[in-house]
């Protein structure tokens, strides 16, 4: 999944930016409103970190010009604006949800993964696929109670495939979810990676189609 972090302040944004790194997730970074609106217009991120102070553009005008544009990328507000007010304010202009700095960074990933569950996965912790399950909490796939090892990129395509299950996800898809600006990755290691889930996944019965020519899908369970 990929995550725009919009934060002025370079420290804090390097901070959430390798702690969700560590987690697995795709991130890219932005510390002025005017840039912030347009990359939302330009890639397709998965959720965005909110900062209200931003130079250039307020937050909360960023936050009306991309609601306006229909937009519904979940939108996380993290801001020290924290009177009552401001809260309404910020949910009532479309934000997802809303924290007030200063703030634990566990609880800001426990977050993120509710605001993802809610768009992909219906809020569910658990998504059930015939004997297998996907946490999406905790990125992990059972078979059965059989724990199945896996990294985290190759979590990160069996995530968004599962979230996208009977539609074909190409390779540019894939790619511009699970990395970000910083990362210069060609389309031949999506292969590698879907080489490597399937031969994990096929002894126990997962079907991980290849569409020649249109990309992979996960066929929805009959």
């Known amino acids: 999944m990929r995550i725009l972090v919009a934060e002025d302040d370079f420290i804090l944004s390097d901070v959430i930016t390798k702690t969700l790194r560590q987690s697995g997730y795709a991130v890219d970074c932005l510390n002025s409103g005017n840039d912030v609106e347009f990359a939302t217009l330009k890639e397709p991120y998965d959720l965005m970190i909110l900062d209200l102070g931003l130079p250039q553009k307020d937050g909360l005008d960023v936050l009306k ?26 949910l009532d202009l479309g934000a997802d949800d809303y924290m007030t700095k200063p703030f634990e960074l566990r609880e800001l990933e426990a977050r993120i993964r509710a605001l993802l569950r809610r768009k992909h996965f219906d809020s569910l912790t658990i998504l059930s696929y015939g004997p297998f399950r996907f946490d999406t909490a905790k990125h992990q796939l059972y078979y ?46 999506i292969e590698v990676y879907i080489h490597r889930l399937r031969k994990k996944l096929e002894p ?17 369970m009959p």
């Open 144 to 189: 059965q109670e059989e724990l199945i090892e896996l990294s985290m990129k190759e979590v990160g395509i069996l995530e968004l495939l599962l979230s996208n299950m009977g539609k074909v996800m190409n390779k540019s898809v894939l790619l511009e979810h699970l990395y970000g600006w910083d990362n210069e990755i060609s389309k031949n290691a």
């Open 204 to 220: 126990y019965g997962f079907q991980l189609k290849t569409i020649k020519g249109l990309g992979y899908i996960i066929e929805e």
């Open 65 to 90: 010009s991309i609601r306006n544009k229909g937009n519904q990328l979940p939108i996380l507000i993290l801001t020290a604006r924290n009177t009552l007010d401001d809260r309404i304010t910020g």
